[in-house]
T-cell receptor
């Protein structure tokens, strides 16, 4: 089955700095890669996703890049703010019929200091 | 904004007891999911449900687990005879279309098995 590795497990940055979180996946058939943000006491919330037919996607301060050949994808947050502090999860999904389940990474705790 | 709700927020039970975790998905969604997160570990897929039947399940989802959509609004996860290792946060999620579209997560139920 799919295996998703995520690094780092914790990341501390100063407000205004950039943060990068990296994930690798094992199943070359995976074709959908969402990123979730989980705040304390809440469920994961989708912040951005990318499909295997594009290499990069951006939404304001958040961007995701995908390298299908190397089987890795990354989350980039620019101009970080204290409210960006949360746990971030990457995930991969193999979207063939009969097998469409999300496999998550272990999560990255991002701490943004004012 | 519509959201997935889950009850209870925290459930404490004795080993061997049955528990039912409840979820109310977003009303026009068609796909429903249960995930679990053991403390400090990654979010793991348990089961997906579509058109009143299980569409996918993981190896975690053994005979002790069952899901049901008893009416038009609720989606439940039952664990027949809880074990210590069932202690985890259980998240319900729902989505409008295929698993490749956004899955909206509830806040979770923390299950503690003593």
């Amino acid at each position: 089955g799919e295996n998703v590795e995520q690094h780092p497990s914790t990341l501390s940055v100063q407000e205004g700095d950039s943060a990068v979180i990296k994930c690798t996946y094992s199943d070359s058939a995976s074709n959908y890669f969402p990123w979730y943000k989980q705040e304390l006491g809440k469920g994961p919330q989708l912040i951005i996703d990318i499909r295997s037919n594009v290499g990069e996607k951006k939404d304001q301060r958040i961007a995701v890049t995908l390298n299908k050949t190397a089987k890795h994808f990354s989350l980039h947050i620019t101009e970080t703010q204290p409210e960006d502090s949360a746990v971030y999860f990457c995930a991969a999904l193999r979207g063939n019929s009969g097998y469409s389940t999300l496999t998550f990474g272990k999560g990255t705790m991002l701490l943004v200091s004012p | 904004e519509p959201e997935v709700t889950q009850t209870p927020s925290h459930q404490v039970t004795q080993m061997g007891q049955e528990v039912i975790l409840r979820c109310v998905p977003i009303s026009n969604h068609l796909y429903f999911y249960w995930y679990r997160q053991i403390l400090g570990q990654k979010v793991e897929f348990l089961v997906s449900f579509y058109n009143n039947e299980i569409s996918e399940k993981s190896e975690i989802f053994d005979d002790q687990f069952s899901v049901e959509r008893p009416d038009g609004s609720n989606f439940t996860l039952k664990i027949r005879s809880t074990k210590l290792e069932d202690s985890a946060m259980y998240f319900c999620a729902s989505g409008t279309a295929s698993p490749q579209d956004e899955q909206f997560f509830g806040p979770g139920t923390r299950l503690t098995v003593l």
